[in-house]
């Protein structure tokens, strides 16, 4: 039965409460709920229910205050606590016909019974997944102050707010698109099958990068990232998979930054890691530089700015411990022809995602900036993935909001409808979001996509609320990819 939502103070941290039932003393025929006799105060507890708060978790800023990390929390302290598995966060293997089967914690190659799986895409795609749930964001003014809330919860509202429904879904662990030549199709799985080759999709000439041979991944591009695709080529390939699939779709990239934010309590995704718990017994900091640290020219002279983690490396680490939905950062050695190190890349996880910042760039789908040269730079998302897409016109899409017109270090993001682009610039890299925006009016305009996270040599400029709204859904690039999603119903937007 539906259920009024038991308002909670955001500042209590409490689990809810409010105002019990009214007592009927003098009708005989006394209403009931779930059959229990409303007899003077009762608590939700006592009428059967769920109170509201026990359901939702959320972390909330001062903005007269710059720092990224989160004043507070509200909601249900132990739902924070165990937001990955209330959530159902994690890695499973998804079938074309959108079946779920939730992989071991502790070893990918195992599902949870403890079965061998294999992750070559025999048994569906290799995905980073959570239950469906709602999301809201809001700013108040409290005794002068300025707060802005985020809340994530498994009811559809949140004292006066309505919050915006996210159906199950997933996006690719590896963050990160493969590409199946043969057959097409946007894919996540782990192989060496040339089938699957990454980067342009053809090796290297060590002739032309003296540092490399055949043998490395980062010449040969068996088992790596697929590269060098425009966003409508990864997205129509996605497509080939049926209904409910996408790449990178825009609800699947919010996803990936609010949980972040929610569950660390820090804006700023380079957050020092701290594997301590706070004083309140919840996680803290982020998750390090990541991928981010290398110089472009290296880079570049190593194997022009093509991957450089392998697909592997999200299932054993270089000392062969298995990763699974870990959480952390698992160090990657980048060696050249001769074994030498050339590069130790802090590879960081999110409950078994892999680089959700930095590496190399991931598009962003279903979501339009119209860039005007001398006016406004207006955000536009679609309402519907289950239907057709066009790149090319915001004709058929919802207006978010406006974006910040110049770059800088992002201080505001555009919650509505989950755009999660910068709408105020004016922080640095250890206040407010922490990331940067790219954006160039004069020179890149017309309609542009957002590209994600950063790549491989943009430091602390890099993280997950990183934006460059550069290129079209066209632009093709050694450095972009676009990761598979899947969601179970449509992810509508109003």
């Known amino acids: 039965m539906a259920t009024d939502v038991i308002n909670v103070n955001p500042f209590n941290g409490g689990s809810g409460g409010g105002g019990g039932t009214s007592d009927y003393p003098d009708p005989t025929n006394k ?183 055949t043998d490395l991944p980062q010449c040969s591009f068996l088992g790596m990232p697929r590269t060098e695709k425009s966003l409508n080529a990864f997205s129509a390939a996605a497509r080939l998979r049926g209904t409910g699939w996408e790449a990178d779709w825009f609800v699947a990239r919010a996803v990936l930054e609010i949980l972040m934010r929610i569950y660390f309590g820090d804006r700023n995704s380079q957050a020092a890691i701290n594997a301590n718990a706070d004083s309140d017994g919840l996680p803290q900091g982020g998750l390090g530089a990541g991928v981010t640290e290398w110089s472009g020219g290296s880079w570049n002279s190593y194997n022009g700015y093509y991957p450089l983690i392998p ?25 050249d022809k001769d074994g030498q190190t050339v590069y130790s890349a802090k590879v960081p996880f999110f409950a078994g995602l892999m680089n959700p910042f930095g590496h190399i760039w991931q598009f962003v789908n279903g979501l339009i900036v119209d860039i005007e040269v001398d006016g406004a730079s207006k955000v536009y998302v679609t309402p519907s993935m289950y239907a057709a897409y066009d790149s090319t016109t915001v004709a058929d899409k919802i207006f978010a909001g406006n974006m910040a017109r110049s770059g800088g270090w992002i201080k505001e993001l555009i919650y509505d409808k989950l755009a999660m682009l910068p709408s105020k610039v004016g922080g640095s890299s ?65």
């Open 31 to 213: 209403p009931k709920i779930n059959g229990v006799t409303l007899v003077g105060s009762m608590t939700p507890e006592q009428l059967g229910l769920e109170p509201a708060s026990k359901a939702c978790f959320g972390r909330y800023w001062n903005e007269s205050m710059s720092q990224s990390k989160a004043t507070g929390y509200f909601g249900n302290l132990d739902f924070g606590k165990n937001l990955v598995a209330n959530l159902g966060l994690g890695r499973y293997l998804v079938t074309d016909d959108r079946r779920y089967t939730k992989l071991n914690p502790q070893n990918s190659n195992q599902d949870i019974a403890g079965n061998a799986v294999a992750l070559d895409g025999t048994q569906g795609q290799c995905m980073w997944c959570w239950n469906e749930f709602y999301y809201g964001a809001w700013k108040e003014t409290i005794s002068g102050v300025v707060y802005t809330f985020e809340v994530v919860s498994l009811l559809p509202t949140y004292q006066n707010h309505k919050l915006t429904r996210i159906p199950r879904g997933g996006l690719s662990w590896l963050n990160a698109g493969v590409w199946d030549a043969a057959g097409g199709k946007l894919c996540s799985l782990i192989s060496n099958d040339a089938n699957y080759r990454g980067g342009g999709g053809s090796a290297l000439n060590p002739a032309t990068y003296t540092q490399l041979d």
């Open 311 to 335: 697909n592997v490396f999200s299932i054993k680490d270089d000392e062969d411990n298995d990763i699974g939905d870990f959480t952390g950062q698992k160090i990657y050695v980048i060696k």
């Open 430 to 494: 250890s206040t407010y979001h922490g990331d940067e925006l790219y954006t160039d009016p004069a020179t890149y305009h017309g309609l542009k996509v957002r590209l994600a996270g950063g790549r491989a040599h943009h430091g602390a400029n890099a993280g997950a609320s990183l934006s460059r709204t550069y290129y079209s859904a066209a632009a093709t690039s050694a450095h972009l990819s676009a990761p598979l999603c899947v969601f179970s119903d449509d992810p509508q937007i109003e």
